[in-house]
């Protein structure tokens, strides 16, 4: 078969006679000299690489389960083409499994004094900060026989947002905030409400709503309208302890309780209440105050890319602190935990009465439906042994919910796909009767 390309070269080189009998180093530089000079000469026409100009743009965020292109401008400022191989390094995270190499390798060709772009995408699989490491350039001869090689640090952070899947429910929940919102006028009667405007009274009106003065006014009789108040105080609390760390399905708690807050922080938002965010385990990870409602949500959103749970055991006390002195006026405070009976009743419960007397206070928690699939599941002595456990587990689930129920809070509990709605649905209803 006839050689092509660099082995006919390499094949070229080597192809000087040598005499069997001499096989020493004269011999061998005899064979060597062609291929050492042609090595020689490739290595003197690469482009030098350390003098290679590196910069970035692009994407600077990007939400979880979305890509993010970060562009890296590669200048040669010498006097060779550049003809490289170019690996634009990452973490791990930043792409999905089995997609770095052919993600992060490129081939470019730059000639003297010009410049190129390279686009490296990145799917991160990881919320937080993704930050670039080492650009690594092999800087080839035009016969490909040596090489340059060098680093750069060309410094870039592409920042991984929460996904916020609970959007999607943000149009229905905004259609039934309108209806409670004076856009379509309702008599809501109860603590906490605004006047809106007067109609014209019709056969079962509240006659308590009738205006007299209004009335001698006019031919007929007029009666006020309401709508929930707005302006008011929203405090989301994430626990960052131990208990947002356990996985249900395939994320861990406290991502299905950053989207359920999302969510409300959108709805609140929308219907004019000021919404604060604290994340809190044994001290303060995050806090987001005094922002505008437009500003609102994007604030909560960078602040909730970095949080990851801590393995300790949530200082309830500290919490309670906390949230009274972020919160000193009457709000709603919106605490997304567990509902494990362990971290309720020996840390939440001895400071509920401290919350509840000043605030109104939803405990929002995280169901794991797999423990409801086990208790239905039948049909060998492993399965109904899981059945057991799964219904001494929600047995005593549900004993944890009504003890804090007692103590006046309203529990949302529910599965990671439905928390958020579920939060969003027990937010109206308070607005509704007039507990906001």
């Not at 410049?115 to 900060?129: A, E, F, K, Q, S």
């Not at 994340?279 to 505008?292: E, P």
Request: glycine content about 6%; proline content about 7%; aromatic content about 4%.
């Amino acid at each position: 078969m006839p050689l092509t390309g660099r082995a006919a070269l390499l094949a070229a080189l080597g192809s000087v006679p040598v005499g069997i009998w001499d096989p020493g180093w004269t011999g061998i530089l005899a064979v060597n000299g062609p291929l050492a000079v042609a090595c020689a000469c490739d290595f003197a026409l690469a482009a030098p690489v350390r003098r290679l100009i590196l910069s970035r743009s692009g994407d600077t965020s990007a939400r979880l389960g979305e890509t993010a292109d970060v562009t890296l401008t590669v200048t040669n400022p010498s006097r060779r083409p550049l003809r490289a191989r170019l690996r634009d390094a990452w973490p791990p995270s930043s792409w999905q499994p089995g997609t770095e190499i052919a993600a992060s390798r490129h081939r470019l060709t730059v000639p003297p004094g010009e410049r190129r772009r390279i686009t490296t995408r990145l799917r991160p699989t990881r919320r937080g900060d993704r930050q670039a490491d080492r650009v690594t350039i092999r800087s080839y001869g035009p016969l490909g026989l040596f090489s340059r090689q060098g680093t750069h640090k060309v410094p870039w952070t592409v920042r991984v947002l929460p996904p916020f899947t609970s959007r999607k429910h943000l149009p229905s929940k905004l259609a039934r905030l309108r209806e409670l919102d004076g856009r379509t006028s309702v008599l809501t009667r109860g603590e906490g409400t605004e006047f809106d405007s007067l109609r014209e009274y019709v056969p079962g009106d509240d006659t308590r709503s009738i205006d007299w003065r209004a009335t001698a006014r006019h031919t007929a009789v007029a009666v006020r309208t309401w709508r929930p108040e707005r302006d008011r105080h929203i405090l989301l609390v994430l626990d960052t302890g131990r208990t947002s760390a356990g996985r249900v399905g395939d994320a861990p708690r406290l991502d299905a309780s950053m989207d359920a807050a999302l969510l409300l922080a959108a709805l609140a938002s929308r219907a004019g209440d000021r919404v604060d965010l604290l994340a809190y385990d044994r001290r303060v990870r995050a806090l987001v105050q005094g922002r505008k409602a437009s500003d609102a949500l994007p604030s909560l959103v960078a602040a909730m890319a970095t949080l990851e749970p801590e393995l300790v055991e949530t200082d309830a006390r500290g919490l309670a602190a906390t949230a009274l002195r972020t919160a000193p006026r009457r709000s709603l405070l919106v605490l997304l935990t567990s509902l494990d009976a362990a971290p309720v009743e020996e840390g939440l419960l001895p400071v509920l009465a401290q919350l509840t007397q000043r605030h109104t206070v939803v405990v929002a928690s995280v169901a794991d439906p797999r423990i409801a699939e086990m208790a239905t599941t039948r049909g060998d002595v492993d399965a109904v042994y899981e059945a057991a456990a799964a219904a001494q587990a929600q047995a005593e689930r549900h004993r944890t919910a009504e003890q804090l129920r007692r103590h006046g809070v309203t529990i949302v509990d529910a599965t990671p796909d439905d928390l958020a709605p579920a939060l969003a649905d027990a937010y109206l209803a308070l607005k509704a009767a007039g507990r906001l």
